[in-house]
């Protein structure tokens, strides 16, 4: 079975594709799971997103699993990760502002 390390690789690679070739930013995390191969396996993507906001801010890019929402949010517009990512980054602005640099990010050439 692997690793959280090599689960949050796969999504940073996973994430990186998606941008490459659809105009989708956000990603629910059953759509996550399905990209990395664990398909229906959403609710176990908390440790291995945790070591993709270390990576991500090891390597400079910005922190993919702020674009990584719930269904409902994503359905609703108020595209909203979970409750602990916001508190990882104390409130809504330096959220919305790290959801913003993922956005605007080149990922063309990133994997």
Known sequence: ??????????????????????????????????????????RLLGGPLDLVREICK???L???????????????????PTAAALEKYNGWTALRAEQARVIAWDWSSKE
């Open 62 to 80: 910005p922190d993919i699993a702020t674009v990584v929402v719930s269904k409902e949010t994503l359905a609703d517009g108020t595209i909203k």
């Open 1 to 42: 079975m692997p690793s959280n390390e090599e689960h949050a690789e796969s999504i940073i690679a996973a994430y990186a594709r998606l941008r490459q070739t659809t105009d989708q930013v956000f990603v629910t995390y059953g759509q996550l799971a399905t990209l990395i191969g664990r398909d229906g396996q959403h």
């Open 58 to 60: 090891l390597r400079g």
